[in-house]
């Protein structure tokens, strides 16, 4: 039978796995591979002996640094794994309000992304095209406040260079982050794009496109989806709209309050098989992301 340190019983043991599946989360971008992580991360203090725990002073710092190394293990190995993915892979969008995940602690706000931009899909998207060690780095310090010396010990480098790793990818998600529209005009245009998209119109949904509009489904072999990403307002358009004369007068088509903003779902009864994520800039779409991957909408209908 296994024991805890001295004053640490297995409750609050067990209670840092809220934090352990936020961190997880936003270092992997799926549900399933942070609870893959946290899965590990337990297994490897049940395999310590009871003197090895017992000697361990602070048990949820120790979990969150082993759950961080696994994830940059995970991380390393990411790409050989999405190199066999089916089609193109994009993280897992989650639903509003999902109360898994634990909220980080709360520090000065500056040179740091809030709670909730830390798991929209487009700040994700953007932390998949970081290095591993960045991506660490940038999620333990810009969301979780943890500090360099700490950081040091999990990716195995300098606290400067720690410091150097979170600044590179503060700067890369600024860059690629700068001209996002602001939360209300996105809306605007969410609503304006899913009543155009209803009509079957492609002139009313031509307008609402950026010229460079891109567009990426996320099927992973298990539900149709674009095998690569569409370009152009046109092609755009009528992959949309094709897609929706698809699915017929059964679909169902909702509107979710998430850390994107609005986000469309679609489905046929209670069931939601789709899930569209835009990205507005100067008061157009241009990038959707598409998520029909069954496995990553489990949240979704849960």
Known sequence: ??????????????????????????????????????????????????????????????????????????????????????????????????????????TDPLDRVTLDESVATALLIVLESLTPAERVAFVLHDVFA????EIAEVVGRSPDACRKLASTARRHVRERRAGSAPREQHDAVVLAFTEAAGTGDLQALLPLLDPDVVLVSDGGGLASAARRPVLGPDHVG???????????????VSLHETADGLTLAFGEGDVIHSVAVLDVRDGRVARVWIMRNPEKLGLWNA
């Open 146 to 149: 943890m500090p360099f010396t």
């Open 238 to 252: 009528r992959y949309i709209l094709g897609q929706l004369a698809k699915l017929g007068a059964a679909l169902t």
């Open 1 to 106: 039978m296994t024991t805890a340190p001295e004053g640490f019983d297995e409750a609050a043991l067990e209670a840092e796995r809220g934090m352990l599946m936020s961190l997880s989360y936003r270092m992997l971008g799926t549900v399933a591979d942070a609870e893959d992580a946290v899965q590990e991360t337990y297994a490897r203090w049940y395999r310590m002996s009871p003197a090895e725990r017992a000697a361990i002073q602070n048990p949820a710092a120790w979990l969150t640094r082993v759950a961080s190394r696994v994830c940059l293990d995970q991380l390393g190995s990411a790409r050989a794994r999405r190199e066999r993915y089916v089609g193109e892979w994009l993280p897992e969008p989650l639903p509003g309000g999902t109360g898994m995940f634990a909220t980080p602690p709360s």
